[in-house]
Nanobody, 127 residues
Framework: EVQLQASGGGLVQAGGSLRLSCAASEFKFDDYSIAWFRQAPGKEHEAVSWFNRRDGTTYYADSVKGRFTISRDNAANILDLQMNSLKPEDTAVYYC????????????????????WGQGTQVTVSS
C-alpha cells in the first residue's frame, strides 16, 4: 500500500528544536513532488516547505523561513524537516504529502495538489 509515515513530533519549549521525518512505503520519492504542511487547531492546512521537483530548489513559508530546513534522501525514501527556534505559533499537526510527477510551482502550497498524505505528527511548543 502506498503510504507516508510521519514521526518526530513532541512537546518542546519555545526556542527548542525538533526534527520530523517522513518515510515513504511502496513508492519512490524520486518520482514525486513532496512537501510538509501543518494544521493548527481551527485553521486550514498551511504549506510549510516544499521542493521544486524540476530543479530541487527548496521553498518555505515566510513564517518559518530561516528556522526550518527541509531535506530529502531519495535513496532511503525519507523526507525530513529540521525545526529550530520553535515558537508557540508553530504548534500544529504536521503532515508530509506527495504527488506523482511534478506539482507546478504556483500550486505547490495548495493541499489539493497532493494525493498522498501521512497521518500527521503533533508538534506542541510551550511558551
Amino acid at each position: 500500500e502506498v503510504q507516508l509515515q510521519a514521526s518526530g513530533g513532541g512537546l518542546v519549549q519555545a526556542g527548542g528544536s525538533l526534527r520530523l521525518s517522513c518515510a515513504a512505503s511502496e513508492f519512490k520519492f524520486d518520482d514525486y513532488s513532496i512537501a510538509w504542511f501543518r494544521q493548527a487547531p481551527g485553521k486550514e492546512h498551511e504549506a510549510v516547505s516544499w521542493f521544486n521537483r524540476r530543479d530541487g530548489t527548496t521553498y518555505y513559508a515566510d513564517s518559518v523561513k530561516g528556522r526550518f530546513t527541509i531535506s530529502r534522501d531519495n535513496a532511503a525514501n525519507i523526507l525530513d524537516l529540521q525545526m529550530n527556534s520553535l515558537k508557540p505559533e508553530d504548534t500544529a499537526v504536521y503532515y508530509c504529502a506527495a504527488k506523482k510527477n511534478r506539482v507546478i510551482l504556483s500550486a505547490a502550497r495548495t493541499p489539493e495538489s497532493y494525493e498522498i498524505w501521512g497521518q500527521g505528527t503533533q508538534v506542541t511548543v510551550s511558551s
